[in-house]
């Protein structure tokens, strides 16, 4: 390759056009040493990517975790040899990592992760970068106060994505003139156009209609980029899209606005790097972030008191529990701000909303915006928790497997799981989200069944690294336990014991309740059961299940979810590596519910008691 050009220090236009030319060769030089990747959706935004880090973006790169910093999110994650070949260029890598791109053992994967502490959040998967996007932008306008301005560079494909409309609109209605988004038009997909083309009016007349302030630009015009930054930093009373027209692979002419070169390195490396001009070694110097002190957080009222409920009281619904801790915990902690996906008056978080509205954010029936703005606040150092029914947030599973990536620490909340909501149907019942929830990396999945277990282990949600789900029955539940009884995650509950237990009846949740009601039935048949309360689905209580295994020998596993992936398969998955599985019988929702009394629900699906207790005696007598 020919030899290093060398031109510093980056100030005018000309200067900050070789700028971008030098993001086009390394995005080439390190999808030609990968093999593999995406230069030229990367070389389309070169410019851009140029323009933002010499004028407008203000970062220190020395200490990532500065308060004022700006937040750059590349919701095209796939254009990461673009975003890598920027860190080259403010000095924060050396050209010989950035030439380990997707090498294993390298910070500079694929698509990028916060393995690099410049990266915010993990992208990659489209149409999540603006929500995210959105939730850092609020956390600084609403609560932070501070100055820093986001940044999302999405691709023009991305577009398609739902969510990215979402999040239009929630930035829109908040007026987050503190964000910016940058839409790359290239003109082309994955396999050929994409729906709008370079049809820039098409795009910016919905973004306009979602209450943005928008500019259209050429993208490989430095002057008319700095314009539209410098416009969208001084923008007030709305966020601000920069839409340009930008050609794929630009500069080199075997790939420029071709199709079928998306994802794959350019056919000669060495010969594009001459057409580009060949390598330069630029270094900008970025802008810092104005001074600005940290936000004050992690105090609050140490005198305020969790809820309590009298043990045999008049039962409670764990939502309820559930709506009334958060309150509680959110006068006792002034980091936790609360999402609600419009059913706030359901799942209870409204009660956190009449003490704290502050920290309170609507986001509305849009499951995967409320997710993406849960992860933004998270990346804020604030403790989000984000409630909706159960059953929605299979909308958002992709959000939640990709805030597992991010390494986010979110807790989620889902309400009305189950059959025994009752009578609205099948359409209102979570009877995945178990699974769902259990899949993700480093999750922990817990499933209270009285008020009292639902308050422990709100609080323990409050600290726990990594991404926490509790699920929530919407019935009112009888209160088993103590205020002062402990749930430590990965723990169970054994609720009754005799020496001569012949079977172990296992359930969470509402079966709790029935596998009780099902061994006082089996007494009369003369036979023992062991009860156990599996309220830690995720990481599961494997010592109290093979003691109860050697005991017994024989489980009855109830659970109101489907047969996959849900509370038994997370007991099964206990034995094995030389301890043998007890006998065992699971009882689940394995037909499709109807319309249908919660009682009724319970009796169809055959997780109720007399269910409960025919299977176990068949156990016994086998």
Known sequence: MNDTITHTPVTSDTDLAELGQQLRVDSVRAAAAAGSGHPTSSMSAADLMAVLLARHLHYDFADPDRPANDHLILSKGHASPLLYSAFKAVGAITDDELLTFRKRGSRMEGHPTPRLPWVDVATGSLGQGLPIG???????????????????????????????WEAMEAAGMEGLDNLTLIVDVNRLGQRGPTRHGWDLDAYARRIRAFGWHTVEIDGHDIGAIDQAMTTARGTRGAPTAIIARTRKGRGVASVENQEGRHGKPVPDAEEAVRELGGRRDLRVEVQPPPDAAPPERGGGDPHTELPRYPTGGPPVATRTAFGETLAALGSLHDD????????GDSTKAQLFAADHPERYVECYIAEQQLIGAAVGFGVCGWTPFAATFAAFLTRAHDFLRMAAVSRSRINVVGTHAGVAIGEDGPSQMALEDLAMMRSLHGSTVLYPCDANQTVQLMTAMADRPGISYLRATRGDTPVLYGPSDAFPVGGSKVLRSHPDDQVTLI??????????????QLVADGIRARVLDLYSVKPVDTQALRAAAEATGRFVIAED?????????????SFGNGFPAPRHTRLAVFTMPGSATPAEQLDAAGIHAASIAAAARKLVAT
Do not use: F, N, Q
């Open 134 to 164: 959105v939730g850092v932008a609020l956390a600084g306008a609403r609560l932070d106060k501070l100055p820093y301005r986001t940044w999302v560079l999405c691709g023009d494909s991305e577009m398609a994505e739902g969510s990215v």
């Open 336 to 343: 936790i701000v609360v999402l609600d996906g419009e059913v």
């Open 507 to 520: 359930g969470a949740g509402v079966t709790v309740h029935e596998a009780l009601a099902a061994a006082d």
């Open 561 to 573: 979810h489907h047969p996959e992936g849900g509370l038994a398969d997370a007991v099964m998955e």
